[in-house]
C-alpha cells in the first residue's frame, strides 16, 4: 500500500542526497584525490587511445562461461527468494517469527558459503557450471513447499525449510564466490584486460539479480501469491 511506497521512497532519496555529499566530503582526503586524478585520466585516454591489446568482444567472449555462471547463480537465487519465503509459515502458529528465522539462516549459510572457497572447498570451472545450472531445482522444491506447506510431509515441518533453507544459500555463497574468482583468472594478468573482465563479471551479477527479481514477481502473480 501506500506505507510501503513512502517506506520505499524515504530511504531512495536519502540514500540519493547522501551520494554528493559523500564525493564533496571524500574529494578532499590526499587519497581519493590521487584516485580521482586517475579516473580522470583515464577517462581522457580512453576517448583517445585503445586501452586493450585484444578486442573488447574476445575478452568477454573469455570471461562469458563465469559471467553465465554468476547470472544463472543469482537469477535462480532471486526468482524465489524472497519472493516465495515470504509466503512461509510454521508449523506452531504461536511462532510470529518464522519468516525472519529462515532469513537469518540464509545470511549465516550464505556467508559460510562464500567463506568456504577460501579454506580449500573447490570445483573446476566445468563441474562450477554444472553446480551452478543444478541449483534450478531449488525453485520447483521452493514453490511446492509453498504451496503445500499446510497439507503434505515434509512440506509442512519447520525443520525441513530450515534444512533447505541452509543449502541453497550455502551453494548460493560457494557458487557466487568461485565464479567471481574465475572471471578474472580466465584473461591475462593485463591490467585494461581485467578492468573488462571486472565490468563483466559486476554487469552480470546485477543483471541476475535483476532478471530474478523480475520472474520472481512473475512467479508470485502466475501463482495468485499476494
Known sequence: ?????????????????????????????PYMAEVLKIEEKRKHDTLLVRQTRR?????????????IC???????TFVI?????????SSN??????????????????????????IGLNLSQKLLMLFIWL???FIPLFICTTLYQTTTAPFTMDWFKHVEMALFAAT????????????PQRVSHDKAEQEVAGYTMGFALINGIFIGS?????????LGQQ
Open 214 to 222: 523480475l520472474f520472481g514477481l512473475l512467479a508470485n502473480f502466475a
Open 81 to 89: 527468494f524472497p519472493a516465495q519465503i515470504v509466503h512461509w509459515t
Open 135 to 137: 541449483r534450478v531445482i
Open 172 to 183: 548460493n555463497g560457494f557458487g557466487i564466490t568461485l565464479a567471481m574468482a574465475y572471471g
Open 70 to 76: 554468476a547470472w544463472g547463480g543469482l537469477a535462480v
Open 55 to 67: 578486442p573488447v568482444y574476445k575478452i568477454i567472449l573469455q570471461v562469458l562461461p563465469m559471467a
Open 1 to 29: 500500500g501506500w506505507e510501503t511506497l513512502i517506506f520505499c521512497i524515504i530511504p531512495a532519496a536519502v540514500s540519493m542526497a547522501i551520494v554528493p555529499m559523500f564525493r564533496v566530503c571524500t574529494s578532499k582526503h
Open 93 to 118: 502458529p504461536n511462532n510470529k517469527g518464522f519468516v525472519p528465522q529462515v532469513i537469518y539462516t540464509f545470511q549465516v549459510l550464505d556467508t559460510v558459503g562464500r567463506f568456504a572457497p577460501s
